[in-house]
């Protein structure tokens, strides 16, 4: 750990653990990039192809807030998505003014082909830690995430 006089001990701590959290995410952001454009998709919408494989049909807004993007990128997203026939809007029976987004039989295919080898990619980046090593870090991260939100 670099140590800088005129911070105290524990601003530099802090200070380390930026610098290796920061280098640690691109590094491991810069992989999954990679394999996650391999799959033909673009990495927001991987995202959003993954978010309704896993959770079903949402709203717009609700895919905003799970994926922290504005609602704007998302209908971008959601509108390339459509072109390629892997998503599709359906208004609610019951509210005609609330649009979910679904994916398409095409893109339930394509979720069901792509995920489980992405998975495996996450899994083999995350080797050198223990099982136990990575709940641990899972747990810290989401601990500090969510002590950061408004």
């Not at 701590?13 to 995410?25: H, T």
């Not at 807004?61 to 599709?88: F, R, W, Y």
């Not at 987004?101 to 980046?125: C, M, N």
Request: aromatic share 6%.
């Amino acid at each position: 750990m670099a140590y800088y006089p005129q911070y105290s001990p524990a601003e530099n701590r802090s200070l380390d653990l930026w610098v290796k959290l920061a280098r640690s995410y691109s590094v491991f952001n810069k992989h999954t990039h990679t394999h996650i454009r391999s799959t033909g998709l673009t990495p927001s919408q991987f995202a959003v192809v993954e978010c309704l494989g896993h959770r079903g049909k949402m709203t717009l807004g609700e895919l905003s807030d799970k994926m922290l993007m504005s609602c704007g990128n998302i209908t971008l997203v959601v509108q390339n998505l459509e072109k390629e026939h892997q998503v599709k809007r359906v208004r609610s029976s019951t509210d005609r003014r609330v649009v979910h987004v679904d994916l398409t039989d095409e893109g339930r295919q394509r979720f069901a082909a792509i995920f489980p080898e992405h998975a495996a990619h996450i899994h083999q980046l995350t080797h050198a830690l223990s099982p136990e090593e990575q709940s641990t870090l899972a747990e810290l991260l989401k601990k500090l995430g969510l002590s950061l939100q408004d």
